[in-house]
């Protein structure tokens, strides 16, 4: 198993940047593929970004491409969200996540994919 602690949210105004952590323990972080959703009040939660456990691939949801960074560290046992040019739109709680082995691009975006979470961290943008 792994545990998932998030960390690095806050209040910001639109255009500034944050960078989300997600630090890893249990099991060898290296196993795993990880990826970031996102959950706003009222609507269901949904992908932002993930990132595979060895190749190092990528991928984005189309509404932060080009402003998000997701990266890993694995020597840290962290993956990182890198967020730029904030809308308030990206106002939501986000989550970390965990994939035991291979992650295909196909499930990348799907929740059911991922068997452990972070229990979140609130980021908030105001205009």
């Known amino acids: 198993q792994v545990q998932l602690v998030e960390s690095g949210g806050g209040l910001v105004q639109a255009g500034d940047s944050l960078r989300l952590s997600c630090a890893a323990s249990?099991?060898?972080?290296?196993?795993?593929?990880m990826g970031w959703f996102r959950q706003a009040p009222g609507k269901e939660r949904e992908f932002v970004s993930a990132?595979?456990?060895?190749?190092?691939?990528?991928y984005y949801a189309d509404s932060v491409k080009g402003r998000f960074t997701i990266s890993r560290d694995n020597a840290k046992n962290t993956v990182y969200l890198q967020m730029n040019s904030l809308k308030p739109e990206d106002t939501a709680v986000y989550y970390c996540a965990a994939r035991y082995g291979y992650l295909a691009a196909s499930d990348s975006r799907d929740t059911k994919s991922y068997g452990y979470w972070g229990q979140g961290t609130q980021v908030t943008v105001s205009a």
């Open positions: 249990g099991r060898s972080f290296n196993d795993y593929a």
């Open positions: 990132m595979s456990r060895v190749s190092g691939r990528t």
